[in-house]
């Protein structure tokens, strides 16, 4: 028998929050944070952290449990998650994996193997050098002329990224995005239900901008200016959030206040876009619209599916 895991997640500002404590309540469930920045200490207004409020007594996983200093990768969070699976196991209780971060659902999900080849670091460290040195977009082009397809699947800001595509094509000879499709393909270890929460583009990026809008209203700025005063600089993983790293610009003279709130938004609608593009190629999913529903409708709707999924 398969064990049984609820998949709720969807783009930025969808409602994902709400909705998973809720179902929390009505199967049974512990939240697990597939989230890639709420997993930090002091991170609260930028990674729209649920709070002790909102969690309305329902158990959640990888919140507040690394200091911004640290790195926090998909490997970390694969073990992270499975770890925090076997307890909740242990207790009878369904995991609900619940946030927008794709990749790290899918590593989760399909089982996907991270092994690197060898120790050997000195390639990553030219590519280091050379996206300080050259900038992302070189860098990305780079990776265009290896594997175009691995090219379109990573965004150009994403470095860190883009230097894993090129430093496994190096050693292995082959595109990673062959060897995540590979991987894809496999067949997953948990019976589970994939439920992609979605509303009306227009409303959604209403509700990013009052959410940008919210976000300054309880502090934000602040929030940076103290993580900068600890030290934490753009170079970290923690900082390149959204939020974080247009501030931290702002903060070191590169633009306005206003442009750096209007650029925080634009991207915060892009990174949407991206999220939902990333769903789309998912399989064995479940949309669920969110537009004008009772709450109570959405639940049942979602209760229909985890009966149809054998959950």
Not at 10 to 34: D, M, N, R, Y
């Amino acid at each position: 028998m398969k064990k049984p895991l609820l998949i709720l997640t969807g783009p930025t500002a969808v409602g994902k929050t709400a909705l998973s404590v809720k179902a929390a309540k009505q199967f049974h469930g512990e939240i697990i944070s597939a989230d890639s920045m709420q997993v930090y200490r002091g991170m609260d207004i930028g990674s729209a952290k649920v709070t002790v409020e909102e969690m309305d007594g329902v158990p959640h996983h990888l919140i507040d449990v690394l200091d911004p200093s640290e790195p926090f990768h998909v490997v970390r969070f694969k073990e992270m998650a499975e770890a925090a699976m076997e307890g909740i196991y242990g207790r009878g209780h369904l995991p609900i994996l619940t946030g927008g971060t794709g990749f790290y659902i899918q590593a989760l999900l399909y089982d996907i193997d991270f092994t690197e080849n060898d120790a050997d670091l000195s390639y990553r460290e030219r590519l280091e050098a050379l996206a300080k040195e050259r900038g992302a977009s070189y860098l990305h082009d780079l990776l265009r002329e290896r594997d175009p397809k691995g090219a379109e699947e990573i965004h150009a800001n994403n470095v860190k990224r883009v230097i894993r595509a090129l430093e496994f094509y190096e050693k292995t000879g082959t595109p990673i995005s062959v060897h995540n499709q590979a991987e894809r393909e496999k067949e997953s270890p948990y019976q589970f239900a994939y439920v992609i929460l979605n509303r009306d583009r227009a409303e959604l990026y209403q509700r990013i901008d009052l959410r940008v809008d919210e976000m300054l209203e309880a502090g934000l700025l602040d929030e940076v200016k103290r993580l900068k005063a600890a030290g934490l600089t753009r170079e970290m993983v923690s900082m390149q959030g959204l939020g974080y790293k247009e501030f931290l610009a702002y903060l070191d003279g590169e633009f306005s206040y206003d442009e750096a709130v209007r650029i925080l938004k634009r991207d915060t609608r892009h990174f949407a876009k991206r999220q939902l593009t990333w769903f789309k190629r998912e399989r064995q999913t479940d949309w669920l619209f969110l537009d004008g529903k009772e709450e109570e409708g959405v639940l049942r709707e979602l209760a229909e599916i985890l009966e149809r999924r054998g959950l």
